[in-house]
């Protein structure tokens, strides 16, 4: 590695050098049919991402965050329900539920997965529940299968937060088609991303499909004829031409991203005062992010920028910490695994783009800190 080169944890300019000519192409067929919301872009887009994920519907959005109000909204959750939930995700997923006047209810995650514990959460079903809303956290499948079962088993619905699972399986199937609902986020730091704010939400249930198509476009079916109380939360054209671009090189990026995250996971595993991310059996996870969890975090962490890595870490506070959702009285302790990991998580640098060698730089400099940390404690 050549010095005063950083390695970054995340690099979008990479990408687009890659892919500047498809790009601008697909730029220049939307601005010169002047179509710049919604439009034949989006609808293609829109059956593309349906078809590669193997569900019926998808509806473009502006953002994954409307794409949870939307999904919740139209299972008809709201003031006085409560939707269970993680408080180890991004804010989003219950800013949603707070949105349709509902009361987020969180529940612990599993402690090597990282995602919404099943078995804790029938004990936290009440009258008042009215939903499910696991997270793929990190781009890994929660047990979607057997929260599927207890939301079947308790009529409840079971809403998928795919935003960081674009691409990822769980026994084989595309994590975006359990459940009734699932969102996605094209934030673009995400796996599959815009150049701007997008989102979607996906479905096998034509009815429900069509109440959001009409809910995000202000909800007039026919023009100046508004059916219910609607919103502007429609994908713009550019962003649906860009996404179709992109959605054709996802696999060999998820591809480059596995090979990456096996490789760190191998050289790191088992090494003292590190974590390496746990995969669920059955689970081939997209790793939109690659979770270390590490004694020591703040030394880790400039150690690392000191040899011109850069890691951050998502997330420092959970959920039910936040002041925002200080009325609802939650404490420090309520969620110790949740909590443990906003302690210890660091985001390690990982994206399609990146270098063998700055692979190698990461992996060796990660082994050498663990080797000096152990030698300088076993002379203590
Ligand atoms: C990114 C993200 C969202 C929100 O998506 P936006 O497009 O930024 O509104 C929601 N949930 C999770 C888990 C996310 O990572």
């Given at each position: 590695m050549a010095s005063g080169h950083t390695v970054p944890w995340f690099d979008l300019t990479r990408q687009y050098r890659e892919l500047r000519q498809e790009v601008q192409q697909a730029v220049e067929e939307v601005l010169s049919a002047g179509n710049f919301i919604l439009g034949p872009s989006v609808e293609r887009f829109e059956q593309e991402f349906a078809a590669y994920l193997g569900a019926k519907h998808c509806v473009g959005l502006n953002s994954g965050?409307?794409?949870?109000?939307?999904?919740?909204?139209?299972?008809?959750?709201?003031?006085?329900?409560?939707?269970?939930?993680?408080?180890?995700?991004?804010?989003?997923?219950?800013?949603?539920?707070?949105?349709?006047?509902?009361?987020?209810?969180?529940?612990?995650?599993?402690?090597?997965?990282?995602?919404?514990?099943?078995?804790?959460?029938?004990?936290?079903?009440?009258?008042?529940?009215?939903?499910?809303?696991?997270?793929?956290l990190y781009g890994q499948a929660a047990d979607v299968q057997r929260l599927e079962a207890i939301a079947a088993k308790r009529g409840l619905a079971l809403i998928e937060d795919a935003c960081q699972a674009h691409g990822a399986r769980f026994h084989?199937?595309?994590?975006?088609?359990?459940?009734?609902?699932?969102?996605?986020?094209?934030?673009?730091?995400?796996?599959?991303g815009a150049y701007g704010e997008a989102g979607a939400v996906v479905t096998d249930d034509a009815r429900l499909a069509e109440r959001i198509r009409n809910l995000r476009n202000h909800a007039q079916p026919a023009r100046h004829n508004h059916t219910e109380i609607?919103?502007?939360?429609?994908?713009?054209?550019?962003?649906?031409?860009?996404?179709?671009?992109?959605?054709?090189?996802?696999?060999?990026?998820?591809?480059?991203?596995?090979?990456?995250?096996?490789?760190?996971?191998?050289?790191?595993?088992?090494?003292?005062?590190?974590?390496?991310?746990?995969?669920?059996?059955?689970?081939?996870?997209?790793?939109?992010?690659?979770?270390?969890?590490?004694?020591?975090?703040?030394?880790?962490?400039?150690?690392?920028?000191?040899?011109?890595?850069?890691?951050?870490?998502?997330y420092p506070t959970p959920v039910h910490l936040q002041p925002a959702y200080a009325h609802l009285d939650y404490r420090a302790g309520d969620f110790p695994i949740a909590e443990a990991l906003s302690r210890t998580q660091v985001t390690m640098p990982l994206f399609p783009e990146m270098t063998g060698a700055e692979v190698e730089h990461v992996i060796a400099t990660v082994r050498a800190w663990t080797a000096a940390r152990n030698a300088d404690r076993a002379a203590a």
């Open positions: 965050t409307s794409a949870l109000h939307l999904a919740l909204l139209t299972c008809d959750v709201g003031a006085g329900d409560e939707v269970i939930t993680t408080p180890a995700t991004w804010i989003s997923t219950s800013w949603a539920i707070s949105y349709v006047g509902a009361r987020p209810v969180f529940v612990d995650i599993e402690p090597d997965t990282y995602c919404l514990d099943a078995d804790k959460v029938e004990a936290a079903i009440t009258h008042r529940t009215k939903a499910i809303l696991p997270v793929h084989g199937r595309r994590l975006g088609t359990f459940g009734r609902l699932s969102c996605f986020s094209f934030y673009p730091g995400k796996n599959l609607g919103f502007n939360m429609r994908m713009e054209g550019l962003q649906g031409a860009i996404l179709s671009v992109k959605l054709r090189h996802l696999e060999r990026w998820l591809a480059a991203r596995r090979q990456i995250a096996q490789r760190y996971s191998a050289a790191w595993a088992g090494l003292a005062g590190l974590h390496v991310p746990g995969v669920r059996p059955g689970s081939e996870h997209a790793w939109h992010i690659y979770a270390l969890r590490v004694d020591g975090r703040d030394g880790f962490q400039s150690m690392l920028a000191s040899r011109g890595i850069q890691s951050t870490v998502h």
